[in-house]
């Protein structure tokens, strides 16, 4: 009877909860913005509707398709107008567990995140959030769902609404279960093939990527949350970050100079985590991202550079692109021919298949 009622707790937990998929830990869900069911399908609403952009042409599902697990398969993002971005779409399937979002970390919760590609000139291209919120107010289907997300009357729309529903539908978009899951911590010694099984050793001992992907003892979040500089992308900033750094120096130090036309934005793009700190030691850095369904969001890295995972070993086992920033946890691996393909074989176990969705079908909450 007890061990009935425990085993009910723990299948439906104190309501919100989906129980947490294998291998992941229960989302955090911020104080001020709890989940309710109408909330989240206002965010899945703003997250597909492209009336959400300057010319009707980009929504969210734009770069962020669910048929592609969340990513849009190019090296760098392309907004309105075709305009190319500098940097590479991440999947946004378990960024809920992030502490900080975009690779350089430079917003603090999906909340806020969700409001900067809206006005960024060459993703949605809007001036302001105000055509957004006027949808909010006047279209019919929106009112309600406003109305019932969050019980006050559509007139009172601010942008905060907008990141906060947004927020919710991305805290549903949670994707566990894979092969390396069941392995480690459903007990299911087939899960993995000899091959992943010598990579996932590989991974935490020669290859040391669990220094920074981290595993853990209940849950595998594979990233450390912290930024480093591997080098990636380093080449475009080469002989030019001094310059660079002395214009950002002048700019804060109340000179007008715009340290930002100092360089185009591709370059200026690879001073990575230097561009939120300020920070000298800061140059290069990029957030770790997770691995979770790496096979599925090719290419690789903040700048896309990287086509296939292979490469991506191959990158590691160079010791990275030398740069004065090196992170000294990268260095030459001297793998052979058998451990970089154990190691892929092992990176092809972090992906849960039914994480991707059809053209045109957009995952409700629980389905994954
Ligand atoms: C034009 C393509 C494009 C559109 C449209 C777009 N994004 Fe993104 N998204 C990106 C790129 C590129 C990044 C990484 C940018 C960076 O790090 O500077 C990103 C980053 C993110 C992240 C952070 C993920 C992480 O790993 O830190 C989230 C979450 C996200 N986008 C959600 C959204 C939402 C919500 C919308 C709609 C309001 C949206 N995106 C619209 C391209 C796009
Ligand atoms: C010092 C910390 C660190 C170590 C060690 C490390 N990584 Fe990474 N990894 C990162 C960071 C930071 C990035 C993002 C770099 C960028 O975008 O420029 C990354 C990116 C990646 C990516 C691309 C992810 C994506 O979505 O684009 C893969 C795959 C990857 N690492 C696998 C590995 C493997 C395999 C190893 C071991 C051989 C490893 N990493 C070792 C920090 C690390």
């Given at each position: 009877?007890?061990?009935?009622?425990?085993?009910?707790?723990?299948?439906?937990?104190?309501?919100?909860?989906?129980?947490?998929?294998?291998?992941?830990?229960?989302?955090?869900?911020?104080?001020?913005?709890?989940?309710?069911?109408?909330?989240?399908?206002?965010?899945?609403?703003?997250?597909?509707?492209?009336?959400?952009?300057?010319?009707?042409?980009?929504?969210?599902?734009?770069?962020?398709?669910?048929?592609?697990?969340?990513?849009?398969?190019?090296?760098?993002?392309?907004?309105?107008?075709?305009?190319?971005?500098?940097?590479?779409?991440?999947?946004?399937?378990?960024?809920?567990?992030?502490?900080?979002?975009?690779?350089?970390?430079?917003?603090?919760?999906?909340?806020?995140?969700?409001?900067?590609?809206?006005?960024?000139?060459?993703?949605?291209?809007l001036k302001n959030t105000q055509?957004?919120?006027?949808?909010?107010?006047?279209?019919?289907?929106?009112?309600?769902?406003?109305?019932?997300?969050?019980?006050?009357?559509?007139?009172?729309?601010?942008?905060?609404?907008?990141?906060?529903?947004?927020?919710?539908?991305?805290?549903?978009l949670v994707c566990g279960n894979?092969?390396?899951?069941?392995?480690?911590?459903?007990?299911?010694?087939?899960?993995?093939?000899?091959?992943?099984?010598?990579?996932?050793?590989?991974?935490?001992?020669?290859?040391?990527?669990?220094?920074?992907?981290?595993?853990?003892?209940?849950?595998?979040?594979?990233?450390?949350?912290?930024?480093?500089?591997?080098?990636?992308?380093?080449?475009?900033?080469?002989?030019?970050?001094?310059?660079?750094?002395?214009?950002?120096?002048?700019?804060?130090?109340?000179?007008?100079?715009?340290?930002?036309?100092?360089?185009?934005?591709?370059?200026?793009?690879?001073?990575?985590?230097?561009?939120?700190?300020?920070?000298?030691?800061?140059?290069?850095?990029?957030?770790?991202?997770?691995?979770?369904?790496?096979?599925?969001?090719?290419?690789?890295?903040?700048?896309?550079?990287?086509?296939?995972?292979?490469?991506?070993?191959?990158?590691?086992?160079?010791?990275?692109?030398?740069?004065?920033?090196?992170?000294?946890?990268?260095?030459?691996?001297?793998?052979?021919?058998?451990?970089?393909?154990?190691?892929?074989?092992?990176?092809?176990?972090?992906?849960?298949?039914?994480?991707?969705?059809?053209?045109?079908?957009?995952?409700?909450?629980?389905?994954?």
């Open positions: 009877m007890i061990k009935a009622f425990i085993g009910w707790i723990i299948l439906f937990g104190p309501m919100t909860l989906m129980a947490a998929p294998l291998g992941l830990p229960e989302v955090t869900v911020p104080a001020d913005n709890p989940q309710s069911a109408a909330k989240i399908e206002l965010g899945k609403q703003l997250f597909f509707d492209k009336r959400l952009s300057a010319d009707g042409t980009v929504s969210c599902a734009s770069c962020h398709q669910p048929e592609r697990a969340f990513t849009d398969g190019r090296p760098t993002a392309v907004g309105i107008r075709g305009q190319v971005g500098p940097r590479n779409a991440p999947t946004v399937l378990n960024a809920a567990f992030y502490t900080s979002l975009f690779h350089d970390g430079r917003a603090d919760s999906l909340e806020t995140q969700a409001l900067g590609p809206l006005t960024n000139p060459i993703e949605h291209g055509p957004i919120l006027a949808l909010l107010r006047n279209d019919p289907d929106y009112r309600r769902l406003f109305q019932s997300a969050f019980g006050e009357a559509p007139e009172k729309a601010q942008p905060e609404h907008i990141g906060k529903a947004i927020a919710s539908y991305e805290r549903t894979t092969p390396f899951d069941r392995f480690l911590y459903g007990g299911d010694e087939t899960a993995l093939s000899e091959s992943a099984q010598r990579g996932l050793r590989i991974f935490r001992r020669k290859g040391n990527c669990a220094n920074c992907h981290e595993i853990g003892l209940n849950h595998s979040l594979f990233t450390d949350n912290r930024f480093y500089n591997l080098g990636v992308g380093f080449e475009r900033l080469k002989g030019k970050f001094t310059q660079f750094v002395s214009a950002y120096k002048q700019a804060t130090a109340g000179n007008q100079t715009d340290p930002a036309a100092v360089y185009n934005e591709r370059e200026r793009s690879e001073l990575g985590r230097f561009l939120v700190t300020g920070e000298v030691a800061d140059i290069g850095k990029f957030r770790t991202p997770t691995l979770r369904n790496i096979s599925l969001t090719g290419p690789y890295m903040h700048d896309g550079s990287q086509k296939t995972l292979e490469d991506v070993v191959e990158y590691y086992n160079q010791g990275g692109e030398k740069n004065p920033f090196l992170d000294p946890a990268i260095y030459p691996l001297h793998l052979t021919e058998q451990e970089k393909a154990d190691l892929v074989e092992f990176l092809n176990s972090l992906s849960n298949p039914a994480c991707l969705f059809r053209p045109g079908r957009f995952p409700n909450p629980g389905e994954i």
